[in-house]
Protein backbone atom coordinates (compact mmCIF):
# COMPACT_ATOMS: atom_id res chain seq x y z
CA UNK A 1 0.00 0.00 0.00
CA UNK A 2 1.46 3.53 -1.19
CA UNK A 3 1.33 6.03 1.45
CA UNK A 4 0.24 9.41 0.27
CA UNK A 5 3.01 12.09 1.05
CA UNK A 6 1.89 15.54 2.38
CA UNK A 7 2.99 18.51 1.22
CA UNK A 8 5.16 20.94 3.22
CA UNK A 9 1.75 23.06 3.86
CA UNK A 10 0.00 20.30 4.84
CA UNK A 11 2.52 18.44 6.82
CA UNK A 12 3.17 21.33 8.67
CA UNK A 13 0.34 23.38 8.77
CA UNK A 14 -2.33 20.80 9.57
CA UNK A 15 -0.63 17.76 10.09
CA UNK A 16 2.09 19.19 13.63
CA UNK A 17 -0.86 20.28 14.84
CA UNK A 18 -2.74 17.65 15.11
CA UNK A 19 0.09 15.36 16.16
CA UNK A 20 0.96 17.98 18.76
CA UNK A 21 -2.16 17.55 20.33
CA UNK A 22 -2.01 13.58 20.40
CA UNK A 23 1.57 13.97 21.37
CA UNK A 24 1.04 12.92 25.08
CA UNK A 25 -0.86 10.43 24.54
CA UNK A 26 1.75 8.62 22.62
CA UNK A 27 4.39 9.63 25.11
CA UNK A 28 2.73 8.22 28.08
CA UNK A 29 1.88 4.83 26.29
CA UNK A 30 5.83 4.90 25.30
CA UNK A 31 6.97 4.62 28.41
CA UNK A 32 4.21 3.14 30.70
CA UNK A 33 3.28 0.57 27.89
CA UNK A 34 6.37 0.27 25.49
CA UNK A 35 5.60 -3.21 24.24
CA UNK A 36 2.24 -1.45 22.27
CA UNK A 37 4.44 0.72 20.94
CA UNK A 38 5.98 -1.66 18.39
CA UNK A 39 2.06 -2.49 17.70
CA UNK A 40 1.39 0.87 17.27
CA UNK A 41 4.19 1.79 14.91
CA UNK A 42 2.57 -0.88 12.63
CA UNK A 43 -0.88 0.77 13.13
CA UNK A 44 0.44 4.22 12.71
CA UNK A 45 2.04 3.51 8.93
CA UNK A 46 -1.60 1.41 7.98
CA UNK A 47 -3.99 4.03 9.21
CA UNK A 48 -1.99 6.56 7.31
CA UNK A 49 -1.62 4.21 4.12
CA UNK A 50 -5.92 4.49 4.85
CA UNK A 51 -5.97 7.78 4.57
CA UNK A 52 -6.90 8.77 8.74
CA UNK A 53 -3.54 11.24 8.20
CA UNK A 54 -5.47 12.59 5.68
CA UNK A 55 -9.00 13.02 7.37
CA UNK A 56 -7.01 14.84 10.59
CA UNK A 57 -5.99 17.05 8.34
CA UNK A 58 -9.09 17.94 7.26
CA UNK A 59 -10.25 17.82 11.04
CA UNK A 60 -7.73 20.46 11.80
CA UNK A 61 -8.19 22.99 8.70
CA UNK A 62 -12.60 22.76 9.24
CA UNK A 63 -11.26 23.68 13.01
CA UNK A 64 -9.08 26.40 11.61
CA UNK A 65 -11.16 28.19 9.16
CA UNK A 66 -13.82 27.63 11.57
CA UNK A 67 -11.69 30.04 14.25
CA UNK A 68 -10.78 32.03 11.23
CA UNK A 69 -14.57 32.91 10.58
CA UNK A 70 -15.21 33.90 14.51
CA UNK A 71 -12.07 36.22 14.18
CA UNK A 72 -11.93 38.18 10.39
CA UNK A 73 -9.77 40.80 11.84
CA UNK A 74 -7.15 38.24 12.28
CA UNK A 75 -6.99 36.51 9.72
CA UNK A 76 -7.17 36.89 6.12
CA UNK A 77 -8.87 40.53 6.15
CA UNK A 78 -5.55 41.99 7.82
CA UNK A 79 -3.95 41.72 4.63
CA UNK A 80 -6.91 43.75 3.52
CA UNK A 81 -6.61 46.41 6.56
CA UNK A 82 -3.14 46.22 5.22
CA UNK A 83 -3.90 48.14 2.01
CA UNK A 84 -6.04 50.84 3.34
CA UNK A 85 -4.77 54.64 3.30
CA UNK A 86 -5.97 54.92 6.65
CA UNK A 87 -3.62 51.82 8.10
CA UNK A 88 -0.15 53.12 9.44
CA UNK A 89 1.61 49.75 9.83
CA UNK A 90 2.81 50.32 6.38
CA UNK A 91 4.88 53.52 5.38
CA UNK A 92 2.82 55.38 2.64
CA UNK A 93 5.32 55.46 0.27
CA UNK A 94 5.62 51.87 0.01
CA UNK A 95 1.77 51.58 0.34
CA UNK A 96 1.65 54.09 -2.59
CA UNK A 97 4.15 52.09 -4.85
CA UNK A 98 1.94 48.89 -4.07
CA UNK A 99 -1.16 50.57 -4.92
CA UNK A 100 0.47 51.96 -8.34
CA UNK A 101 1.01 48.49 -8.96
CA UNK A 102 -2.17 47.17 -8.92
CA UNK A 103 -4.01 50.21 -10.11
CA UNK A 104 -1.46 49.26 -13.48
CA UNK A 105 -3.05 46.08 -13.58
CA UNK A 106 -6.73 46.93 -14.04
CA UNK A 107 -7.90 47.36 -10.59
CA UNK A 108 -10.09 50.32 -9.41
CA UNK A 109 -8.45 51.66 -5.96
CA UNK A 110 -10.19 53.67 -3.88
CA UNK A 111 -9.11 57.15 -3.09
CA UNK A 112 -8.48 58.26 0.80
CA UNK A 113 -11.78 60.40 0.36
CA UNK A 114 -13.60 57.51 -1.07
CA UNK A 115 -12.31 54.81 1.39
CA UNK A 116 -13.20 57.01 4.37
CA UNK A 117 -16.72 58.21 2.85
CA UNK A 118 -17.07 53.86 2.15
CA UNK A 119 -15.03 51.99 3.96
CA UNK A 120 -17.20 48.89 3.05
CA UNK A 121 -16.70 49.51 -0.97
CA UNK A 122 -13.11 50.41 -0.52
CA UNK A 123 -12.44 46.84 1.58
CA UNK A 124 -14.03 45.00 -1.11
CA UNK A 125 -12.04 46.69 -3.97
CA UNK A 126 -8.69 45.81 -1.42
CA UNK A 127 -9.82 42.39 -1.42
CA UNK A 128 -10.27 41.96 -5.09
CA UNK A 129 -6.62 43.33 -5.55
CA UNK A 130 -5.55 40.81 -2.88
CA UNK A 131 -7.86 37.55 -4.78
CA UNK A 132 -5.81 38.88 -7.75
CA UNK A 133 -2.62 38.56 -6.20
CA UNK A 134 -3.13 35.56 -4.13
CA UNK A 135 -3.84 33.88 -7.54
CA UNK A 136 -0.56 35.90 -9.19
CA UNK A 137 1.98 34.08 -6.49
CA UNK A 138 0.85 30.29 -6.64
CA UNK A 139 4.25 29.37 -7.95
CA UNK A 140 5.60 27.83 -4.69
CA UNK A 141 9.54 28.05 -6.04
CA UNK A 142 9.24 31.79 -7.49
CA UNK A 143 7.25 33.06 -4.26
CA UNK A 144 9.20 30.53 -1.82
CA UNK A 145 9.10 33.17 1.08
CA UNK A 146 5.35 33.48 1.07
CA UNK A 147 4.64 29.71 0.86
CA UNK A 148 7.02 30.23 4.11
CA UNK A 149 4.68 32.77 5.90
CA UNK A 150 2.01 30.77 4.48
CA UNK A 151 2.89 27.93 6.17
CA UNK A 152 3.55 29.45 9.34
CA UNK A 153 0.35 31.08 9.44
CA UNK A 154 -1.68 28.24 8.70
CA UNK A 155 0.34 26.32 11.40
CA UNK A 156 -0.38 28.91 14.29
CA UNK A 157 -4.10 29.57 13.35
CA UNK A 158 -4.38 25.33 13.25
CA UNK A 159 -2.53 25.02 16.92
CA UNK A 160 -4.86 27.84 18.79
CA UNK A 161 -7.36 26.14 16.92
CA UNK A 162 -7.07 22.58 18.67
CA UNK A 163 -5.92 24.29 21.68
CA UNK A 164 -9.36 22.78 23.31
CA UNK A 165 -8.92 19.73 22.36
CA UNK A 166 -5.21 20.01 23.22
CA UNK A 167 -5.28 21.05 26.45
CA UNK A 168 -7.91 18.67 28.25
CA UNK A 169 -5.70 15.47 26.63
CA UNK A 170 -2.50 17.10 28.59
CA UNK A 171 -4.29 17.73 31.44
CA UNK A 172 -6.24 13.77 31.37
CA UNK A 173 -2.38 12.64 30.68
CA UNK A 174 -0.55 14.51 33.33
CA UNK A 175 -3.11 13.45 35.60
CA UNK A 176 -2.60 9.61 35.11
CA UNK A 177 1.20 9.78 34.86
CA UNK A 178 1.46 11.38 37.97
CA UNK A 179 -0.61 8.64 39.34
CA UNK A 180 1.22 6.46 37.76
CA UNK A 181 4.21 7.67 39.65
CA UNK A 182 2.78 7.72 42.58
CA UNK A 183 2.25 4.43 42.60
CA UNK A 184 5.74 3.66 42.11
CA UNK A 185 6.51 5.53 45.45
CA UNK A 186 9.05 4.81 47.02
CA UNK A 187 10.53 2.59 44.61
CA UNK A 188 12.13 4.49 41.87
CA UNK A 189 12.90 2.53 38.59
CA UNK A 190 14.35 3.47 35.28
CA UNK A 191 10.86 3.80 34.01
CA UNK A 192 9.77 6.11 36.68
CA UNK A 193 12.40 8.35 36.18
CA UNK A 194 11.86 8.41 32.96
CA UNK A 195 8.08 9.71 33.56
CA UNK A 196 9.10 11.98 36.03
CA UNK A 197 10.81 13.81 33.40
CA UNK A 198 7.87 13.46 31.03
CA UNK A 199 5.66 14.62 33.81
CA UNK A 200 8.27 17.79 34.15
CA UNK A 201 7.85 17.96 30.03
CA UNK A 202 3.79 18.03 30.15
CA UNK A 203 3.81 20.92 32.88
CA UNK A 204 6.29 23.03 30.62
CA UNK A 205 3.68 22.01 26.96
CA UNK A 206 0.52 23.20 29.96
CA UNK A 207 2.36 26.10 30.27
CA UNK A 208 3.18 26.63 26.67
CA UNK A 209 -0.32 26.00 25.31
CA UNK A 210 -2.05 28.69 28.19
CA UNK A 211 0.92 31.20 27.64
CA UNK A 212 1.99 31.67 24.44
CA UNK A 213 -0.72 29.58 22.16
CA UNK A 214 -2.95 32.84 22.16
CA UNK A 215 -4.75 35.16 19.84
CA UNK A 216 -1.56 37.43 19.18
CA UNK A 217 1.12 33.87 18.57
CA UNK A 218 -1.83 33.83 15.46
CA UNK A 219 -2.53 37.56 15.00
CA UNK A 220 1.90 38.04 14.64
CA UNK A 221 1.60 35.25 11.67
CA UNK A 222 -1.19 36.71 9.85
CA UNK A 223 0.65 39.88 9.77
CA UNK A 224 4.16 38.50 8.41
CA UNK A 225 1.85 36.86 5.99
CA UNK A 226 -0.16 39.85 4.99
CA UNK A 227 3.17 42.13 4.33
CA UNK A 228 5.03 39.47 2.68
CA UNK A 229 1.97 38.65 0.30
CA UNK A 230 1.55 42.45 -0.59
CA UNK A 231 5.31 42.65 -0.81
CA UNK A 232 5.34 40.50 -3.82
CA UNK A 233 3.91 43.61 -5.94
CA UNK A 234 7.40 44.33 -6.26
CA UNK A 235 8.74 41.23 -7.27
CA UNK A 236 6.02 40.93 -10.02
CA UNK A 237 6.80 44.01 -11.27
CA UNK A 238 10.61 43.83 -11.36
CA UNK A 239 9.72 40.59 -13.38
CA UNK A 240 6.95 42.35 -15.43
CA UNK A 241 9.92 44.83 -15.90
CA UNK A 242 12.65 42.64 -17.14
CA UNK A 243 9.95 40.68 -19.56
CA UNK A 244 9.25 44.06 -21.65
CA UNK A 245 12.98 44.36 -21.51
CA UNK A 246 13.73 41.19 -22.90
CA UNK A 247 10.77 41.56 -25.25
CA UNK A 248 12.10 45.27 -26.83
CA UNK A 249 15.68 43.68 -26.86
CA UNK A 250 14.36 40.99 -29.37
CA UNK A 251 12.41 43.69 -31.46
CA UNK A 252 15.36 46.05 -31.53
CA UNK A 253 17.18 43.05 -32.73
CA UNK A 254 14.81 41.47 -35.00
CA UNK A 255 14.76 45.38 -36.47
CA UNK A 256 18.58 45.55 -37.66
Known amino acids: MKIPVPSPYEWTARLKPALFTLLPIFVLVAVWVPEVWTVLGALGGLLAGCGVTALLAQVVRHRGKRLEARHPEIGPHLSTALLRHGDGRIDRFTKARYHRFLAAKGHELPSPD ?17 TWLREATRDEK ?13 FRRNLLAMKAIAVPILVACLAVNAMALWSRWPDFDTRAWAAAGVEAAFVAAFGAWLLVINRDFWADASLGYGARLLSCCDMLDSAATKKAGRK ?4 EAAGG
Open 114 to 130: QERDDPADADDRFRACL
Open 248 to 251: SSRV
Open 142 to 154: KFALLLRENIAYG
